[in-house]
Structures are given as C-alpha cells and as structure tokens.
C-alpha cells in the first residue's frame, strides 16, 4: 500500500480553481520532489496535505485514511504531519531546545527532554540548546525546523522551499545531510523547490505541476529523457526540437537525416511529429566534409556547448571535443538511445 494517495484534487482559492484532476502518490520512505513554474499551485497542494486548504473534488488518504475530501476535512493537528515553510516559522521568544520541544506538550517531561537531546544530537547542534533563533546562520536554523518537525515522529514531512534561503555554497553538502537524516528516520516526504537541481540532488522521485495537475511523475532520469510531453521536457532542461516523420517503428526521418531508435517507437509510419534530442545526445566530429558548422561555443572545463548549424538548423551540442574553433566544419550524429518524440 501506498503511503499518500491523491485522487482527482480540485482545490480553489475565492472560487478561482488552482488545482483540477491532481492524481499523486508517495510510497513508504519516499523523497518527493514538487516541481513546477511560478503560481502553477506547488504551496497549494502542500497546505491541501496539510489540511490548512479544504478540497472540493477528490481525496487525500494517508496510510488508508482519508484526511481530506469534498465532505472530510480532517484538522491539521490530527493529521501527524509536519510541516516546515520557507521561513521555518520558528519562535524567536523560545530558545532552540525549547522550539524543538514545541510539539512534545503533551509528552511526559523526562520523556520529552530525551527527545530533544536526540534531536539535536541528530542535526548537529548539540551545545546550542539555549540559544535562541536570531542567535543562528539561516543553515542552523532549518535544522532547528527539521529537529522541531521530526521530535513528534510525524506520518509525513512537507517542506515548502527549504533550501531558498541557505547561501548556495553550502546547500549542497546541508541536502545531502538532511536527505540522510530523512532515511535514518524513515520519514516520508514532499518538498517544493523552483530548482531541478535541488529536485535531481534530493529526492526519489519528482512530480511536475502544471495546469492544476500533475504532469508526469516519476524518477528524474525517467523525466529528463523519456518526458512525457514537451512542457517536461522544456522546465527539465534544454532540447534540440526537430521535425521527424516516422519511417518505420524504429527510424524517423529527419533535417539530420534518417535516425534510428533503440526502442520502439510509439506511433505508426508516416506520423508527423517533433524529435527531441538533448544537447548530449549529439555526437559531433571534425569533418572538413561535414555538414554541420560550429558557429558558437561556450568552454566549460570537462566539457563544450556549441552551437551548430546544419542547413538552416540550430542545433545544441555538449561536447568533449573541447577545442573546436568557430567556422569547423563538423559531422552531425544522434548517438543511440530510445527516441522520444512528441
Ligand atoms: N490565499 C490565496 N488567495 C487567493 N489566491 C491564492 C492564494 N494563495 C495562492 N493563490 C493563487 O493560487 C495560485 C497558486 O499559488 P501557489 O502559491 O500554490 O503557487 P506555487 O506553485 O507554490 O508558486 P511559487 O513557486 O511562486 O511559490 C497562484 O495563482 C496564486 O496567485
């Protein structure tokens, strides 16, 4: 059984409907990550899991219980989720030590203070108890929101941005520490984040919102080179579109010439569609007989980006050939892989 099950959510805001027909699921230890363009509803689903938002369509069920559906709106404090917002919405008038016991009211105090010192042990902040929050870098105060989410043992975990405010020299190594924390824990989550780069380096798995809906869902590899559609593939990273008419189920005709797919293709002979190919996915040569010219090239360390031109077509290549000099003339290959083509 699945973890979290979303069905069919339609969610709105003073009537205007931001989310429509948003089908999602998360699996038991699952990192996922919510990814999407500006206002496309990331944050709003987030507070519909959360239950700070009530669903007119569909259900949210979390471990085989509904928490939220056109009838059911179960209260945030009852749902065993935690949540950490951009902010971290810390309290600045309690000390670390007692933020992180914030949740733990209810708890027998020894039991509690246990808690805590095993919270802090866990994000490395052990000595700061009696610090409080302006007192800590922005780094040490999401770990202060991760210690205070985790200390109730939370169902699920929601994070909205958590990397947005940490100075880019350290998100890096703070992602790949907090990921580790989230498995020892066994913790399933969800965070929001604008950049591939964060979703590629944290999570399982990631969803792309757009329309209200999910757009394709799945590992990033699986995302990257067999997008489902050409918004995917666009927010996913840069692309070569080229006319292609399908030939046969494992060859297409394109400006480039005929190119072979490793896998079957999914539409009959003579379809008339758009072949994607990422910059990586091009092979170039030197080739005084070529057909293609570089006419750019930006250097970067292991490898090139050059612009070539093949005939009228503007092709983006990454290259190892490092040294290629503007006007070489170059052959153009697609190197093998299963086509993907819109
Ligand atoms: N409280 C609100 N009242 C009315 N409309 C809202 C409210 N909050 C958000 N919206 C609208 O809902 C849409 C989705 O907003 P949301 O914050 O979920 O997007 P997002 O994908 O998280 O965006 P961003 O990446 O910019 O944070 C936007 O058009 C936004 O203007």
Known sequence: MSKLQIQQLACQYQGKPILAGLDLMLQENEILALLGPSGCGKTTLLRAIAGLLPV???????????????QTLLPTEQRGIGVIFQDYALFPHLTVAENVAFGLRHW???EARARVAEMMALVKLDGLEDRYIHQLSGGQQQRVAIARALAYKPRLLLLDEPFSNIDSQ?????????RQILRSQGI???????AKEEAFAFADRMAILHDGKVAQAGPAEALYYRPANRFVADFLGGGNYL??????????HTPLGAIQSAS?????PKYEGTLLLRPQQLAIEPDNDGSGVVTERRFAGT??????KVGPVALSVRSGHTGLALGQRVAVAALPHALVLF
């Open 303 to 308: 490898y090139c980006d050059y612009e070539v």
């Open 264 to 268: 079957e293709l999914r539409y009959p």
């Open 56 to 70: 007119t369509e569909g259900h949210i069920v979390l471990d085989g219980e509904i928490l939220s559906s056109a």
């Open 188 to 194: 399933s989550a969800i965070f929001v984040t604008h």
């Open 170 to 178: 350290v998100r890096g190594e703070l992602m790949l520490e907090i």
């Open 108 to 110: 027998d105090k020894g």
């Open 243 to 252: 006319d292609a008419t399908v030939a046969s189920p494992n060859e297409v």
